[in-house]
């Protein structure tokens, strides 16, 4: 790795985001040891521009002479020279994610999100694996010793498809879910008495995390010399069955993202494990009959079903944001978001070693995982490397519920790689909540979702 | 190994069986390559004795000098010195089995055998394991150098246990549902006149064999210097929709063992690779809206549900046999089964080479599955050694259908063995038929059919 | 596969060869259940010529319209359409076996053989990869699906260079080494008087062979219901000491191919498995200190050099015995081999199933070697597919005997993909032999070794 | 884990040795943060109560109430209720150690510390295995859920030991070579004046470790963003031939234990990766033509054998030490020693987490290597769990260099537990400098050696 910290360059694939890119755009407003340029790449060139804009005026406000950003309409271009490589794309128009969320409810099939399993999450991996296999070869052609870090859902399949494309590709994938878990242990132990409130930071709550990205779990948290088990196990008694919020504005009744922690206490007084996603996460992935029969027990269970609607209105929103940014009536503030991204690009460059969460296949540290499988689990970052630590697996009973879902990533990912529509409906119809269905039905729905979903992307 | 083909010692743990035990006599009633005596131990001595008697009396007649036989109330005594064990128990009686077939029908859920996956197989192998750990202990202890041929279901659990509880067993299932697809692969020939009718031997279709008991597939098939599969696909075309039986009296509509080879058709017609067990298996591993959501769907598919009101009445049948046969007033007469223990233990003696599927641990005969699991695949039996052969593993899409059938079984043994309920419970929740009820029916069905079955077993 | 049994198309890479090709015309002599054309390929093309005169003539004469033989001097041509595909070259020409095999005489170090490991072994394998390289893109341009059977030495690297280069290649290697050891053990039984002399085929005696092709062992070796092991070791007491040869004209003494057993004795008297390689192979594998640290010692143990003059003059006279045989002066006569290429053909024509020992990449056969490897193991050998039995692992101790020749061959053949002539010295340097001299000699000898023997193919 | 850091119990076994445990005893004279009792237990009681006094009067004049000692003549009582059990056992005496060491010189075969590898390595080895057998045993009765951190050599076996007696052990082997390199490499940057003298603290200096325990390798060394490959190669172009040594007392020429580099340096010019042990113990793993097949030879590589004699007289020094701190005439300081083992229990204790380097069995942290085989990688340490970093594997050419040690270690630790004498030779003949002598010598030497060294060890 060559890269030098102080010229850096990032290559920002989706660069017109409102969401991701946003938050690296805060970030960076704090960040003095490294600096660059970032070159916004999107096939809407329009909203990059627009970011590249706000970035720069927020840089020449709050941190000047460290980071520049620009626009760049060519692939090619944004990748030649990078050090790293950001990708958070939206695979497909909200129209799209609409089928993948709501199609399924006429056959009474619900989903929470929609973007990682079941019939929104395999559909949505359809139409997205051919975009990350081009952009495995872009960055194989371009920029093949970038490290690359991937925000994109769903994560375990875009992971899968960079390397089964590209296997010389160093790259990874963030998700910030377990960092939420993380906060909740430090108000366990805040609730107990054990710390006093807002003094502890979310990292120094220790934790062994394995599983598969949206469905991981934690056998161990710790603070210092403290096992929060019991404190988690006293705290699940206490708030099982009437959830638990923190106090604030934000509630599941108002927010599509905040939920009562009730399925994650659920999971673990039955399965003694800390289920480290939020709950509209780990729902998808149970069986449909334990908490999303129905609308009605979604809200039981005091967590949302997140509409695409909903997403189309704060799309709308962040598009006013944009323009009020853009054309300075509004200014875009340094933010620290509590996100990784900055500090692992900090240690692959050597400036700090830290030991996070991070999707990568599977290469020893699941041992009773599929080789190459994408996993989740701890990895030391450090100067140009990752390595994951070994993880005594899971227990059987996690392993006999999160397992079948890895084999249908697997086969979605085959499929697509394959583009083999009979295959991907087999993979497709094996689907948990898929299979309350009739074949014909399962049919039906996967005929009408892919038909509506998938564009051209499987003409190449 | 030590055997000696003119004095070989058998012992036959569920020696008073009126099936497998019998066609162990009638098939020695034809053996005259090795000879020597069998030890028939069964908890109910009287039905051992009767088979003694019937035994000698049928040698006696038919093959004299060859073989002895002994009822063994001494389980010690009867493993002392033995060359091979057999097993073949009745888990429990017929009113418990009926627990496991029938209960889950009040939740709608249906099985056409329910020994082997699903409610019923889960349960039963819950009553099993600790009987099987027993055994195990006992030839740990007074055989452990004979080879170990078990014939109980579940296959695959009692043999992951025998291995479990004692790692140096010399054990393996045998199962004959493969040699069904290989008869109907030979009519599938003859149909097709590649082959004239009657001619060829069941065991001339090469097959590899690759999967778990009772869910097991193919992926070659051939006859000699032909493929079979393009014939067996011209078959399904044929007779995909209207089902093929071969004339004769029994029929799937009298015969509770009979199907028409819709499920396995339709299955081919899918994944492309032939199923090899009878339908009424195969549907069993299944999601259950595709070919058992209710008696009438099954009907479609033309197989039946097997009720235990028909196990209890042939059960009746064979006792008066068994009467009749021990008082003389019928005579048992030797027939060649079709069955390959004797085979098997013949090639084992180093009389023959053989190759034949069979369930073993999983020590990298199938790559893509976890290892100890049993699998069952194809192997060489050869003097005192059985080697698996090595396979491709399945196609991706299969993998995903059978793999959850796996960390099932795999859970509920570990479950077993540490008497865990809960456990035990997670293990059960997860099974694709279950996952359709909510945790608390779940729960009330599970806590039904365990009381109802469980008697003493998990108090040792 | 589509081979049609009555329309083979065989390509023979090495067609010119005047030894393995020689052998297959003889065999094909006596073959009337398949037929077809022999395309010969030689470099050579004139020796290719001689031998396509020589088969059509034997063909006329003792099996007339089976097959026909022609020299293509166009190996896409030779390929194109071919079911079967036999590799027989000699790598490079006698001048460079003689460096191989005599440059290190120098500096004390004596090889038997010279062609599979030591310091001959592995300069062999840097010229030979680079022309299998070749050969394995031939083939999956030309004849991607045909079955491709190796004779060629260094066999190991020979096969796993094939499937480095091409994955998908159908390719594995044959070797008589073990055959000559069931021969042998049927001697120790006659011998013993356990079966007559001259009454017992070799293959009906069964082993259980593993490890690596030339240094292959036996952990099992039965003939019917008996163990042949006890019979070996007595055999072994009796002649550990003198040797055993069989009455004839050949002993050691004149026949360089010949030995008195005595190598393979010592290591079954020692680490307890039957070493199934002539002496002469064998004895390059251990540490030269033990059978081969001089001429003398090599006298000692009954077994010989085999020296590169006597190869050249075994050639003259091949080349003599070829015009003769070209112009009808002598006749070549069909002569049964014993040799399996046909009768494995047969076999994955499905026309028999056959269980021998086979050259594979290890894919779970040898559960303690490193995996992609390539491990001489029994087979299966069925219509269209191959399938390595699971064998039990090598006991420890000869495990490290044999682990440093693997790590050496996987060694060689990485430097050679990369043509990295450092890299080569290193793998070189340890090799077991060598390491006795000092680091200056071993670079000495390797420049030396390589200067004259790699001429051009290191340089594509 | 139960642990209270203000109430820790360490058991020490080999509580009477002069060198790690008075390492511990002056360590922890710093030490605040966690606090205890130490029982110290030595065969020589005697010797650990001197240790106790000394311990007692350190602790009471530098850091009162922190910590006391105790010896304890029993085992059991010692090892009850410790949260951590220390080893660093002398297997055997002085002469023994002769023996290993000594002994070889009369057949040519010269060591330069043989403990680890070589003749002398292995029969330590055979003397050692059983004492840890008897540990492990005493360690599951008594202290089960104990941490183990031993400091015995030979380590990689010491540790295989514990782990294949009392699997469920939560062993783990210290060693400080490691560290010295990143000492060596720190110095490199100084004198590259890329960092200041005596500034940047020896873990700053980040590595990849990966190997066996004294022939470690790193594949990357950085300091913060700096790769040091390339000053580590043009400080071994500077000082390859000519030696490095910091100014300072001690010279190779004087002390046994320093070196010039020149082995390590050497290795690294052919083999692109930097070996990280000292030169003595790197020596004894090559081929001995390359260092070491002289004494001589050693001095021209600038590093020393460590004659026995001298240990012995280093003995009788501290034992007059001993003397002087027990009786009070002479006083012991705390001392920081650089060695780990506080840290490494601070970290088990959830007070901070590190990674470092540690000998662990094998679960996949280095892929290419067997199952089970202990290696030394990274690992991160963090409250109640160690979890191996997952490695790229070693290069091909060195893991042919490292190989035979691997499966040399595990052959005689099998052999030794099997009290099997005849494969402990033959693992022992197949040693790099034992195959240079003939099977007789060899005899001989192993002969000798184990009738002097192992005293009943094997009769048990």
């Known amino acids: 790795m ?40 999107d096939l809407k060139n329009e909203a990059a521009q627009d970011n590249a804009i706000i970035g720069n005026r927020l840089m ?45 409810e006429q056959y009474g ?7 990682t399993v079941g019939p929104g999450g395999l559909v949505r991996a359809m139409r997205t694996i051919p975009q990350f296999q081009k952009i495995a070869q872009a960055i194989k052609t371009w920029a093949p010793d970038a490290w690359v870090l991937n925000y ?8 899968r498809t960079l390397y ?96 009562a922690e009730r399925v994650k206490m659920d999971l673990f007084r039955r399965y003694g494990c800390i289920a480290c996603a939020g709950d509209r996460h ?32 704060k799309r709308e929103q962040l598009e006013r944001k944009a323009r009020a940014y853009r054309e300075g009536t509004e200014k875009m503030e340094p933010v620290a978001s509590g996100e990784e991204g900055i500090r692992i690009m900090k240690a692959l460059l050597g400036l700090e070693d830290i030991v996070t969460n991070v999707n990568l296949p599977n290469q020893g540290q699941m041992p ?3 080789g190459g499988a994408v996993v989740e689990t701890n990895a030391l970052f450090s100067r140009d490397r990752i390595q994951p630590l070994v993880s ?30 009979e295959k991907a409906f087999r993979v497709f119809s094996h689907d948990l909540s898929i299979q309350t269905l009739s074949l014909k039905d399962a049919r039906k729905l996967f005929d009408d979702m892919t038909t509506k979903t998938l564009h051209g992307q499987w003409e190449n």
């Open 392 to 421: 005594d697996g899971l227990p059987v009973d996690i392993r006999s519920l999160v397992m079948p879902h890895v084999y249908s990533q697997e086969g979605i990912v085959e499929a697509t790689f394959e583009r083999d529509r």
């Open 60 to 104: 020449a406000e709050h941190n000047p002479g460290q980071w520049t950003f620009k626009a760049n309409p060519s692939l090619q271009d944004a990748l030649m020279g990078s050090d790293f490589v950001f990708i958070s794309i939206l695979p497909g128009d909200f129209e799209e994610m609409a089928v993948d969320v709501h199609a399924p």
């Open 152 to 159: 994109t859902n769903p994560m375990t399949i875009c992971t």
């Open 282 to 313: 780990l729902a998808e992935f149970c069986p449909h009959s334990w908490y999303m029969h129905s609308p009605e027990q979604v809200q039981t269970w005091m967590y949302s079903l997140t509409p695409v609607s909903f997403r189309i209105e």
């Open 109 to 115: 099939i619900y989903q929470s999100v929609g973007d």
């Open 164 to 259: 089964r494309e590209f296997p010389g590709i160093k790259a990874f994938g963030c998700c910030h879910e377990v960092f939420h878990t993380q906060e909740l242990l430090r108000t366990v132990l805040e609730e107990a008495k054990v710390i006093p409130e807002n003094t502890v930071k979310r990292d120094a709550i220790k934790t062994r995390v394995l599983g598969i990205n949206h469905f991981t779990w934690m056998d161990r948290a710790t603070y210092k010399n403290i096992d929060i088990f019991p404190y988690y196990q006293a705290f699940v008694a206490q708030y099982g069955e009437t959830g638990f919020e923190k106090p604030g504005p934000l509630t599941w009744r108002n927010d599509y993202f905040s939920c």
């Open 2 to 41: 060559k890269a030098d910290i102080g010229h850096l360059k990032i290559c920002y694939i989706g660069g017109g985001s409102r969401n991701w890119a946003w938050v690296l755009l805060q970030d960076l407003g704090f960040e003095n040891d490294i600096k660059g340029t970032v070159d916004l790449y």
């Open 368 to 370: 009773d995982f599929p």
